[in-house]
């Protein structure tokens, strides 16, 4: 073996042993290692493409890549990253590699790829991502080289986009990217939606073969931010217009009028943010969710206090004749929790008109749930303040979904928790001091403060699955006694309450 082929060898087998602790087989063995690390130099394509076997060959070898290294769809986690639209709101969630694959997966070639995808795309194809989404977005990140997927046609669906990745081409290889053209438009006659990872080195959009067929392009903002982006973001527009209206008979979308939408990746500041919505971008991602724009100022559009107030009579058991009156003096919380009560989320067959007769209906348990939301509301919400009020929900109802079937948990004390883990992060104010304003439990208290206790343990599960770190999303899963799968299914379920309950709020 020389010199090169060993390198790559290593290589692949530091990326297969780290796809077996993704997909729970810690106990990689070197033997078993080396052989398909050797086939998969041996057989892989060249980074021109010029060695591509047939897809059926293809798909035989991947098969087996999946066998030996013991992965199941069941036991993987996977990577979502928030989509915010131009109302600042979340649109949607990107699927794809773990950040720490990332680099080394885009060094490799299409088996390593291929072998990641087919966990993917088995993994979301069965939790039915669909019947989640609602009227959200889906990007689910594969390679070219996964076109073939037999699983593809289960995941096209008008809210789901496959957003392709050629990480291997150096430079545009027009002859290479039209033998994708036919089954990209086979894809698209079946409904599905195709984005596009547009790399640093292409130039010339124009005479790029798959604009035709493409709805959503993504730039990495590092790549193309500076003088000359908007120029750039004009040309793959006015490229893509041409492209659309120049009606080749073998292109499926010379009928579309649909414009193509923009996303800019790896934002990491408000300044990025604001750059790219100047320029006309559609959706955005990046580390620039988690950061407050300094230059907005966010008040809330309830009395906190009042709500503080009430979420303390509720702990003191104050009877519910006390509670509306305590409500009537506060016209905004009146309105809100009627129109909650009245909202299709609840389904009530009759209309609610008295304050006493909705907080007898609602129960005073889920009365607690709404005002503790009331909390993060925000008279006018920038991306921070939508995605920070998102998180805590869906935070909440993970945390109690997974705690349904646990003995001796109770699911408000869950709720609560991950409610409350993120308000001082809302109110910037010291944890200590916004728990000393709620009359909250011990166990609770315990949790947010020192971290300890079974909420605790709850609690770190959450945000594991917040940050999307494989391994650690594992290790808490297994403490608990959960499954990658349960796990995933409630994750996806809190999602889907959460954006839920934050349409309410905003319709309220």
């Known amino acids: ?22 997909f729970g087989k810690s106990g990689a063995n070197t033997n078993e290692d080396i052989p398909a690390s050797r086939r998969l130099s041996e057989t892989a394509p060249t980074s021109s493409g010029k060695a591509m076997e047939s897809r059926e060959d293809l798909g035989k070898e991947n098969a087996a890549y999946a066998s030996e290294a013991g992965q199941t769809p069941d036991s993987a986690f996977f990577c979502r990253e928030a989509l915010v639209g131009r109302d600042q709101k979340i649109v949607g969630y990107e699927f794809g590699y773990p950040q720490d694959l990332q680099p080394r997966l885009m060094e490799k070639r299409a088996r390593v790829r291929q072998y990641y995808d087919d966990s993917l795309l088995q993994h979301l194809a069965g939790l039915a991502l669909e019947s989640f989404l609602g009227d959200r977005l889906a990007l689910v990140e594969i390679s070219h080289a996964s076109l073939n997927h037999p699983l593809l046609p289960a995941l096209s669906h008008k809210n789901i986009a496959l957003l392709l990745n050629f990480p291997e081409v150096e430079a545009l290889d027009a002859r290479m990217l039209a033998q994708e053209m036919a089954v990209v438009g086979q894809l698209r006659s079946q409904g599905a939606l195709i984005g596009l990872k547009w790399q640093s080195g292409w130039q010339q959009a124009e005479n790029f073969p798959l604009l035709p067929y493409v709805d959503f392009i993504q730039i990495d903002w590092p790549d193309c931010a500076g003088a000359n982006s908007s120029a750039f973001f004009s040309e793959l527009r006015k490229a893509c217009l041409k492209s659309a209206t120049s009606s080749p008979e073998s292109s499926p979308d010379a009928r579309k009028a649909m414009p193509l939408r923009l996303i800019a990746s790896g934002l990491q500041t408000s300044d990025d943010f604001w750059q790219c919505y100047r320029q006309g ?13 300094r230059k907005k100022v966010s008040e809330s559009s309830v009395n906190r206090l009042r709500v503080l107030q009430l979420l303390n009579k509720l702990r003191q058991d104050a009877d519910t004749t006390h509670l509306e009156e305590e409500l009537k003096q ?15 989320f609840l389904g009530m067959p009759n209309k609610i ?13 889920n009365l607690y749930r709404w005002l503790a939301s009331m909390l993060f509301n925000v008279s006018d919400p920038g991306y921070y303040e939508w995605a920070l009020t998102e998180q805590a929900l869906a935070r909440a109802a993970l945390m109690e979904r997974l705690g349904q079937n646990v003995a001796g948990v109770k699911q408000d004390a869950l709720f609560l928790t991950g409610l409350f883990s993120l308000l001082d992060q809302l109110m910037e104010k010291p944890m200590e001091e916004l728990v000393t304003q709620i009359q909250i439990s011990e166990d609770i208290q315990l949790a ?22 494989p391994e650690i999303i594992a290790q808490k ?32």
Do not use: H
């Open 1 to 22: 073996m020389d010199l090169q082929v060993s390198k790559y060898c290593d290589e692949e087998i530091y990326v297969l042993r780290l796809l077996r602790r993704l």
């Open 281 to 293: 971008v559609d959706f955005f991602r990046g580390a620039f969710i988690n950061s407050r724009d």
């Open 330 to 344: 506060d016209p905004v919380l009146s309105y809100r929790l009627l129109t909650y009560a009245n909202s299709p």
């Open 353 to 365: 008109a008295r304050l006493g007769q909705a907080m007898t209906i609602i129960g005073r348990n």
């Open 448 to 469: 947010l403060l020192r971290r300890e206790g079974v909420l605790a343990q709850f609690l770190a599960l959450a945000e594991a699955c917040e940050r999307m770190d």
């Open 477 to 508: 899963a297994e403490a608990l006694g959960f499954s990658s799968r349960a796990v995933s299914l409630a994750v996806f379920d809190a999602l889907a309450w959460a954006q839920a309950m934050t349409q309410v709020n905003v319709e309220n």
